[in-house]
């Protein structure tokens, strides 16, 4: 039994109107996995201590849920399928101070509207389970069988009456990472309890139940974040935190690492997460986040769960206090596991590049700039364009439009434009061009290794492989499936003159699944072409033959309307126009 469940179990019974409309309304049935959100909630709630999930076709067919908790009597099963009907809220009180995930009295009816619905259950002190199917929205039928006490919901056909829902969702291995993910929240907020998933292909997730954080968290988070995560635990106003968070000098590419959870209930939270950021300042470079668990115990008071439909974010009143308290205790602990803490104040979110190198890890971005160093450096550059070279790019005119004049700190090229300068910031430029080769379905280099890797991939990265193998193949990482539960890396991307390691492909793994909220296909199949670029593309510093500068250049200009920004819309170029130079060494123009 967790101990956010309530002791005694109420009878289930309609909301009064008045709770109803205080109630935060909205859609809780997006996909399979907020469909397996309600349901882990509603067995989380019944005391269970495991759950076990079946998908076919990524939950679109089918999914059921199974726990092991205090069921429903069967006198209260039509109740249970009824919209605003709870047994975890007393009529008419209060809704400010629940305990429960549940409270709405809404998920069940909402699925039943979207599916076929049946559920079986069984209370520990009844002989047989009973059970209540429901179609189209209504209950369609009673029937019994037998069961270990517990509850088994079974959604099917999910949106077969709603055809434009589903021709919103992703593909079924798509949906099946989703369910991993909010499995692995689920998790990852009350390690007490156990999961198993389970679908065509077998159990494709074991989540045991961890009585360490630290265990649960390596769990999800590979075994690799056992190495230098650290402890957290401190006071926080109107409650407290404990947790475990990763070394800064392993910090994942994306925020969605960082999991958060207040009383037990898994959130997000751009505040809060940016105070964890924060704590961490220069010790980790950026753009590199933080990796680990929180738990947040906070006065039931303090907490408004009531502000989002699926609950999914919550209000902390004095938020601003809870989110100094948090950097504050998560500074403290960096610094009690003897990791370089920042020194200054509060505002420890310096971009400032001398302190990213004090840190011993320089941020790429923040490569200073000698202010005097451009005009007189090129001039010691030798002529463009040797046999073999092709630093002119001819243009329908004949004359070149970029031509290479030199580059400057491994950071910037100089080139020559049909009218002036142009200045080119490196990682800018190389982004964008595996972006658009990427979007042209094209594939980028790739090394096979000698040697293959074997790699031990958590289940919400096998989940993520299976989602996005094309992109997976077109980043330049070959894997294939080696034994049960291991993978075989046979290729790595080479980028930037090297070869990525292996772990790059667990980071870029995360980064696709994270990305998987719903967006209009096109943005996402851009989105994540934006990704892969991001990883391969060259970064500031890295020092490159000058005929690789050309070829780029002249890559870059034969790009169609040459675009002016990266994927992520910094500026890839600014020009000096000749007649601007004229005027700065006050010649007339001519
Ligand atoms: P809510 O969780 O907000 O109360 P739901 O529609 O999810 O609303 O569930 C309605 C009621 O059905 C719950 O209040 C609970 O009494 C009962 N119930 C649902 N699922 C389970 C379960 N797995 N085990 C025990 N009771 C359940
Ligand atoms: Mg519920």
């Known amino acids: ?19 109803v409309e205080r109630i935060a309304a909205g859609e809780v049935v997006e996909r399979p996995a907020s469909v397996v959100k309600e349901l882990v909630e509603n ?29 429903i009597p069967a006198a209260e099963l039509e109740l249970a399928v009824e919209p605003h009907a709870t047994s975890k809220l007393p009529p008419a009180g209060p809704i400010e101070e629940i305990a429960t995930l549940g409270f709405r009295g809404e998920a069940l009816a909402a699925i039943g509207a979207v599916a076929r619905l049946r559920l079986l259950s069984r209370p520990p002190d009844a002989e047989l389970a009973e ?101 957290v635990a401190g006071e926080l106003p109107g409650g407290r935190v404990v947790g475990t968070l990763g070394a800064p000098s392993r910090p994942a590419a ?14 997000v939270s751009r505040p809060l997460a940016l105070a964890v950021r924060a704590a961490y300042g220069d010790t980790m470079p ?95 550059l030798e002529p463009p364009a040797r046999a073999g070279a092709p630093a002119v790019v001819a243009a329908a005119a004949g004359r070149p439009r970029l031509e290479l004049l030199g580059s400057l700190d491994a950071l910037y090229w100089i080139a020559a434009s049909d009218d002036g300068l142009v200045v080119v910031d490196q990682h800018a430029a190389s982004e964008r061009l595996l972006f658009e080769t990427l979007l042209g379905g094209g594939r ?61 492909l667990v980071e870029l793994l995360r980064e696709l699944a994270g990305g998987g909220r719903p967006t209009l296909p096109d943005g996402l199949v851009a989105r994540r072409a934006a990704s892969i670029a991001c990883h391969a593309a060259l970064r500031a510093g890295d020092v490159v033959e000058r005929t690789t500068i050309a070829d780029l250049l002249g890559a870059l200009d034969r790009l169609p ?15 000096l126009p000749r007649a601007r130079l004229d005027r700065w060494f006050l010649r007339s123009p001519g």
């Open 1 to 19: 039994m967790n101990a956010a469940a309530p002791t005694e179990r109420r009878r289930i019974r309609r909301l009064s109107a008045e709770t």
């Open 131 to 231: 059970g209540i199917a429901v179609a189209g929205g209504s209950p369609a039928g009673r029937f019994a069988g037998p069961r270990a006490p517990g509850t088994t919901v079974t959604v099917e056909e999910l949106f077969y009456n709603t055809p434009a829902r589903r021709k919103f969702l992703r593909s079924a291995a798509r949906e099946q990472v989703e369910v991993v993910r909010t499995l692995e929240r689920l998790y990852l907020a009350r390690p007490s309890v156990s999961y198993r998933l389970v679908t065509e292909g077998g159990t494709i997730a074991e989540l045991p139940a961890a009585t360490s954080l630290a265990d649960a968290a390596a769990r999800v988070l590979g075994a690799g974040f056992a190495e230098g995560a650290f402890p």
């Open 444 to 504: 980028l280099a790739r090394q096979s290794l000698v040697e293959p890797v074997i790699l031990r991939l958590t289940a919400g990265d096998r989940a993520a492989l299976a989602a996005h193998a094309a992109e997976v193949g077109a980043s330049g990482f070959a894997v294939e499936e080696f034994g049960p539960g291991s993978h075989r890396l046979t290729a790595v991307p080479s980028y930037r003159g090297r070869r990525a390691p292996a772990e790059g």
């Open 43 to 71: 067995a989380l709630d019944a005391g269970a201590a495991s759950v076990v999930v079946r998908l076919a076709g990524g939950g679109l067919d089918r999914l059921e849920v199974s726990d092991d908790g205090d069921g």
């Open 254 to 267: 994306t925020s969605t690492e960082l999991y958060l959870a207040v009383n037990g209930r898994p959130i």
């Open 561 to 575: 309307d040459r675009p002016r920004s990266c994927p992520h819309g910094r500026p890839i170029m600014v020009s």
């Open 286 to 380: 950026r753009p590199r986040f933080p990796t680990g668990v929180l738990h947040l115990e906070i006065a039931r008071d303090r907490l408004d769960v009531n502000v989002h439909p699926t609950k999914r974010e919550v209000r902390l009143s004095g938020g601003r206090d809870v989110e100094d308290g948090l950097r504050r205790v998560v500074r403290e602990a960096l610094v009690a596991a003897d990791r370089p803490a920042p020194l200054r104040g509060s505002a420890a979110v310096s971009p400032r590049a001398g302190d990213a190198r004090a840190s011993g890890r320089p941020a790429e971005a923040n490569v200073p700039r000698p202010a005097s160093a451009v005009l007189p450096r090129q001039r010691t």
